[in-house]
């Protein structure tokens, strides 16, 4: 039987298949009243709640979507802020390797 001509109950796609029994009169995971959401939560009110943000250089308030302080230019929204830099221990180490390496390539 060619692939068009199979039943749709013979499709992989699952929702095909709820959608064929539901023409059948089958009902399949139905959901109870319990089961829906009852809103957002209230660490989500206290995080999104604000339509602002504030320049982590600068200080401006900017909107939430602002990707750019138009005060400053720093980047700013999820990710951004001063950046560390290379930690201390790593410089000294790749300086000692370097010399470790170099030691070695001469003798």
């Given at each position: 039987?060619?692939?068009?001509?199979?039943?749709?109950?013979?499709?992989?796609?699952?929702?095909?298949?709820?959608?064929?029994?539901?023409?059948?009169?089958?009902?399949?995971?139905?959901?109870?009243?319990?089961?829906?959401?009852?809103?957002?939560?209230?660490?989500d009110?206290?995080?999104?709640?604000?339509?602002?943000?504030?320049?982590?250089?600068?200080?401006?308030?900017?909107?939430?979507?602002?990707?750019?302080?138009?005060?400053?230019?720093?980047?700013?929204?999820?990710?951004?802020?001063p950046?560390?830099?290379?930690?201390?221990?790593?410089?000294?180490?790749?300086?000692?390797?370097?010399?470790?390496?170099?030691?070695?390539?001469?003798?």
């Amino acid at each position: 039987m060619p692939a068009d001509e199979r039943p749709l109950d013979d499709m992989p796609d699952t929702a095909i298949q709820k959608r064929a029994a539901a023409r059948r009169g089958q009902v399949i995971e139905r959901t109870t009243p319990d089961e829906f959401d009852d809103g957002p939560s209230d660490d989500d009110l206290d995080k999104f709640s604000s339509v602002t943000q504030t320049c982590w250089r600068c200080g401006t308030e900017l909107y939430d979507d602002a990707t750019v302080c138009w005060n400053c230019q720093a980047t700013v929204g999820p990710g951004s802020g001063p950046t560390r830099g290379t930690p201390i221990w790593a410089i000294v180490l790749g300086i000692i390797l370097a010399g470790v390496i170099a030691f070695w390539a001469i003798f």
